[in-house]
């Protein structure tokens, strides 16, 4: 039993009173519990504050700031996609609560990699906050697609390329832009270099000693080098922290085209992650091989085919590439479409394939699917249903792990121990994953030899103060996830969900009735509408029962002479009959009463 | 490519048609296109007719009939599980239409084991049919403890215990039940003598060499035997057809669970299937042999546990077993708790356990919990749920595959193949799993030599024929599904379930207003009410717009002289609020209007 697993016991009482639990922590003053120099401090010098506002106990929505004295910088403004639990919402963002205090000290965002949960938050993130945008060059093609895409389309004059390799200095920070292998192009570590000792932070990142061609290893030189000098804390990516050994290297993914296209005579449709730049290579390159042409299908994957075109990132015959006007050209042995849908999404080309309904081609019985692609979790039904329509169609369809067609973007327990060796920090925050993902990083890194006091399991909005005194707790800021609901921001919270939910369950019944003052009596009958209850033709029934309801309830209140305007209040007509239905029918719908008294 | 893909295609433009895929199938007359004395058939003896009503191009509901001119008996009764687009459904049930056109010929109902897919429906089945259930004594314990849960509390005086190894006749027809392997007690396979041949059914199923101590593996000499005496037809599960090689062991099992008790000190939790005798023997067996005491917590846990001691299933030393006021009197190391909770289920032991809601114990910095059981798709993000606040208490959790705490229990390639070697069947008919499963195991089937035209990929409802002639396609008959919402029984529909989705992506606005035809003037302002849409604080401006919106449309009607009793109809002021508040916010609840004339 490790020391962090026994403070994470000793703040169980407070996590249940407000249920967000706050920082597990072993900062060593939890320990001995002298409050160390406390007082001191005012006098010292800034400490470096580091505040995660996203990306830590969830999947998604990476941003994490860093803050020393007036000056604060941000690395990555990401998107999280929204739970079961959440009908209507399109998207999660950051709070930007705490940037919104600091506004002024706000220097720039920097960027690690093009993914949405590193992204996807910019348009929003810039409509406030109108300060320089950093990051490499594919990177920067998807973030002014994005921006164009955004409603209203933004543009920023603030969005500055930098290369890895590069090095940038902005207020008492220098950034070191460290190359490493991800499933995107152009993906990154950052050094941050503080007064008051080196960050490293990883973002998503895995080591591939043999990627696609012309593409290097990750910089483990630099890496080593910046360990050599000293790293304060190693923030490091936790996502495949669950899988022992090292990740599939896109050699063996490449080799695993090659048998496939080896065996195979139909068409090969290959559906993969857009933004893997990587990936679209290989299959390019495997198509070349086999004489085969190839036609880009769906919209994002043409858009990142050509921004990886702009940047020179791939290498093809100037004739490999073909339009969709073009395939009856060719027999289908001479055929590889790449196409958007590896995660069943309802318009991608796969999806419309699968279900006959794309306006420009259909599957042809001996095509050959290839999902060169992991299902990223909750849309595993989704793909599975593309996946069935495809074999109804005639399809033969390669996924899972069938074969080696995927190989994941993130480092395993091997690497990720490679990375603690290389940079022997300090301190050690996991990052990026759920708390089970977080707490197996620390083990991990508990393992390897780093003080249990050392390593911090961190929640959004925990601010962490680093100084020469070492690592501490320091509070911490809103950082509860914003609700984008259609064009509207964050206004949409648990209230307005847990309705919808109940409306999703039960459905909802509106009541209408005049009172008539004068005789005591309804206006009429009351007037009963519904909608998801049940049948339309049961629901005859359900009505007169709640017509019955509310009129026996007016009776009953003429006969007592009760003031029909004073006791027929909405809210006691709407449990009246909220009362009968569930007494009749075990059903709760929602009953919103209106009442007019003339 | 073989021809039952051909035959798909051959079928596409029907299938998109109708939206509902009919009969793939490889019946001889659809290649040799000869009627083959159809007309004579009438004379000849009666056919016999298989008719799936669940189970086939989906997980779940397990139902099938079997039916010989007057004579009809039924395998399996079972629910399916709804999934994210039908909110407010509990249950999904089997369509009994057939069952009622042909109700004078039902002899009964037998099961092949006792999990919710195959006997989840029997209550719903025996409301309406009121014959004998056939089915082995841990079965019918279920069957005995499910009629008693429901509501209406039910009961049957025609529940006959059968046991594996014994044959029974009914009708036309003898039933053997054949011992098998599988993840529950008391499983059997069925083979059942029809006059036109033997057709084999294996249920869920898997091969275990090395079961649990007393239990033996699956009758092999029996299905030999048969197989030896001639098969018509075989039909078998599909479920683990993707895995290669044979299933685990529950022996397996039983190291893994000794190795993880030599190494730990605290309190073990158990969360397995409850079902699962097999399991709890290994835990208890294990707890033993360690000098560990065992607490049965969670209802159905104990019911199971219940219902096998009374059968004798379970052995163990009177004292192992503890009641949670004992838990007190043991050290942690000499605790074990059997609990529910594997899928994550809300009111389960483990759930409330990890998020310290159990009233009666909690976990202890220290324990450690084995999540002994697969993640049923669908249910991973609860489970996950439960595992981060597990560790957040200070639990060790070992779940997925880490170690080999679980063992499916289905078939994998190596045993369908055995199956298919054993029983050497004339027809082949995959059972048990979504299109892409049944396809894989036609597939397997096809390459072990049975041809392509005696393998039927079904669908729900298909109405299969075998007679001398062979085995042909003779139609269908409804079997889509029935939602079980509340008490309700069949009365939602998708029209109901696309109102409650739509509420639920936008909730709802509620319009009341009232028109004194006299002064062709609204009488008061129209009340407007929402629930699901935004924030109550900035609903107050939408429902501001929605009142202006109805009162100009009032005041042009009546500036226009149109009279507004007849003009300001219920649709045209619902359509002309939803149009501004789109154009306002990009939201399109549904909105509800009533209207009173005065």
């Known amino acids: 039993m490790s020391q962090y697993q026994k403070s994470d016991k000793s703040q169980r009482d407070t996590m249940e009173d407000d249920l967000a639990p706050r920082a597990v922590l072993r900062p060593k003053q939890s320990h001995d519990s002298t409050p160390k120099k406390k007082n001191d401090k005012k006098a010292h010098a800034p400490t470096l504050r580091m505040i995660p506002l996203g990306g830590l106990r969830e999947v998604g929505k990476n941003m994490t700031v860093f803050e020393y004295g007036n000056d604060l910088i941000i690395i990555d403004c990401g998107i999280a996609f929204p739970d079961d639990n959440m009908p209507g919402v399109d998207t999660i963002i950051p709070d930007f609560t705490y940037l919104r205090e600091n506004k002024e000290k706000i220097h720039g965002l920097v960027i690690t990699h093009g993914h949405e949960d590193h992204i996807g938050a910019i348009p929003w993130f810039l409509q406030e906050f109108d300060v320089p945008v950093y990051a490499t060059p594919l990177t920067m093609k998807l973030i002014e697609l994005k921006l164009d895409d955004f409603r209203p389309k933004m543009k920023s004059n603030k969005l500055q390329v930098v290369r890895a390799g590069e090095s940038l200095t902005i207020g008492p920070f220098t950034f070191d832009f460290i190359h490493v292998n991800h499933s995107i192009a152009d993906a990154v570590s950052i050094a941050i270099h503080t007064p008051v000792g080196i960050i490293f932070y990883t973002g998503d990142f895995k080591i591939d000693y ?26 490091s990516e936790s996502t495949n922290v669950e899988e022992p050994g090292t990740s599939l290297s896109e050699l063996e993914v490449g080799k695993t085209f090659e048998d496939i296209f080896h065996r195979v005579t139909g068409r090969v449709i290959v559906a993969t992650f857009s933004s893997n730049v990587f990936r679209l290579q290989q299959v390019i390159s495997t198509a070349e091989r086999f004489g085969r042409k190839v036609l880009i299908l769906g919209r994002s994957i043409q858009n990142v085919f050509e921004a990886a075109n702009k940047l020179d990132y791939l290498t093809y015959q100037p004739n490999t590439i073909i339009q969709v006007n073009e395939l009856d050209q060719y027999p289908p042995e001479k055929i590889v479409i790449l196409a958007t849908g590896s995660q069943g999404e309802p318009m991608s080309a796969l999806t419309r394939l699968a279900f006959s309904e794309h306006k420009l081609t259909e599957i042809i019985p001996g095509d050959t699917v290839i999902l060169s692609s992991s299902m990223i979790p909750g849309n595993e039904a989704a793909i599975y249903n593309v996946i069935n329509e495809l074999f109804m169609r ?57 003080p249990d006091d050392h390593i911090a399991i961190l929640q959004n909005g925990d601010i962490l103060e680093f100084s020469e005194d070492g690592m501490e707790f320091a509070g911490y800021t809103e950082a509860a996830g914003v609700l984008i609901d259609g064009s509207g921001m ?109």
Do not use: W
């Open 394 to 450: 005639g399809a033969n369809v390669i996924y899972k792990t069938l074969s080696a067609v995927h190989a994941s973007g993130h480092a395993c327990q091997d690497e990720l121990k490679l990375i603690l060796t290389l940079t022997r920090p300090t301190y050690f925050i996991p990052a990026h994953g759920e708390y089970r993902m977080l707490y197996q990083h620390a083990e991990l890194a508990s393992l390897m030899g780093i």
């Open 490 to 598: 964050g206004d949409v919270d648990e209230l307005v969900l847990s309705d919808r939910l109940r409306l999703a369950n039960d459905g909802v019944i509106s009541v209408m009735l005049v009172i008539d003052r004068l005789s005591n009596r309804l206006y009429g009958a009351p007037i009963i509408k519904a909608s998801g209850v049940i049948y339309q033709s049961d629901m005859k029934k359900m009505i007169s029962t709640c017509q019955d309801t509310v009129e026996d309830m007016a009776e009953q209140l003429f006969k007592k002479k009760k003031p029909l305007d004073k006791t027929m209040t909405p809210d006691s007509v709407s449990k009246e009959v909220q009362k009968v239905l569930f007494d009749r029918t075990r059903r709760r719908p929602l009953v919103m009463t209106s009442v007019t008294v003339i």
């Open 210 to 235: 043999t990627p696609t061609s012309g593409v290097p290893p990750a910089d483990l030189g630099k890496i080593a080098a910046l360990g050599n000098e000293g790293v304060l804390a190693l923030i």
